[in-house]
């Protein structure tokens, strides 16, 4: 008796280990894993430069696990992958489910299509640990705050089931026959800026099970308050692989099971669960990325981006601790998670432009740039989401920095031309004295920017 021939859709799970529908699919047959760059259907949230750095290098990994059997294609999934299911006379597709918007509605279609063609298509949760809609109010209605979403409803909710094994002794058949075809590198950003990104990570399945090794060993015992410097090597650094689906929550849910409960473990258990509670608010609004979840912002008096837009990305604002924020985005594709609140502040509240010019910016240089995740935590900075901080609290840049930087080491990583500032003054250089400026070469205006605003000004400006 032959043996069925499917194909496995890779999306964002770009990984063999715990990938239930790849898991599923090699048990039915032989499998034709595929990978689509769908650029026909995403609109303005196409992936961005840093993103498409990542997938590129991401998909070559996920090639080499696979023996060289994965194929890579650029067009129209329909179209694409019709060609394939005709070519190979394949019995399933099998995918793990999205949750952004447009492609919700695109594979809902993909399924009527297939299904009429007589093509059995399965889908499997392999991103979330609870899924949007398995989580709501006594009424029915979705959670808006998020405590009570993780507590109320995800801790009481079933719990996320165990990880799965990666596929044994699956046969993986390669495809070298479709006008789509393409190569990982023909994936990459035209613009090559994202060459500078390569020496701070390592990409793929293997390099995500050695970030959380890494992080289980050196972040984790001091995670709940270490994690707000910086500087320090307390985060994760696990959301681009996140976002890539190189590693799954549940691996990683299981991982900090497995040690002994404290309060450093129960806090990154709940960072999880902000990112199931922005996929939540994505699934029940999807407006998210554009539209004010308070309709009374819609009305607000936003200035328009220009100049200050512009600095603002190159990191030239003259406010340090945001500076150094910006630059070490467009030098690593990332930025620590605080630094985000407090650049973002100042765009939004100081500087007054829409919180959506921020959220394109991110949304092109993160490495972990996540539909949900970005659009609920600007909306959450510019107090116009579910859950937001009060558009009336203001991140001060200069008490954070001197907080949660308090060496200096960060802001002196990424603003090099006022490393030799004392420390007292590296915050708010332009309240230096003469004295120090010149005894440390530092000339305003020229070695390192000029503040662009007054910070109490704009505060008051902006809470008046």
Known sequence: MSQDTVIHWFRQDLRLADNPALLSASKRGRVVPVFILDEDNPGKFAAGGASRW????????????????????KGNPSDVLSDIAHRFQVSAIYWNRCYEPWRMHRDAALKIHFKTQGIDVQSHNGSLLWEPWSIRKDDGTPHRVFSSFYRKGCLKSDQPRAPLSQPEQATYIGDSGSPHACKPQELLPQNRWYEKLEPYWHIGEEGAHARLKAFLEEGLPQYKTGRNYPFSPFVSRLSPFLRNGEISPHQIWHEM???????????????????????HLLYHYPDLPTKNLRPMFDTFPWKDGGPRLHAWRKGETGIPMVDAGMRELWETGYMHNRVRMIAGSFLVKNLGIHWTHGERWFWDTLVDADLASNSAGWQWVAGSGSDAATYFRMFNPVLQGQKFDPDGNYVRRWIPEIASLPTEYLFNPWEAPDSVLSAAGIKLGEIYPAPMIDLKQSRDAAQA
């Open 257 to 279: 099971l497995n040690i002994l409960r404290n309060k450093h473990v129960d806090h990154f258990c709940s960072e999880l669960g902000w990112r199931e509670f922005a996929y």
């Open 54 to 73: 990542w997938l590129s290098h991401s998909l070559a990994s996920l090639a080499r696990s696979l023996g060289g059997h994965l194929s890579i294609y």
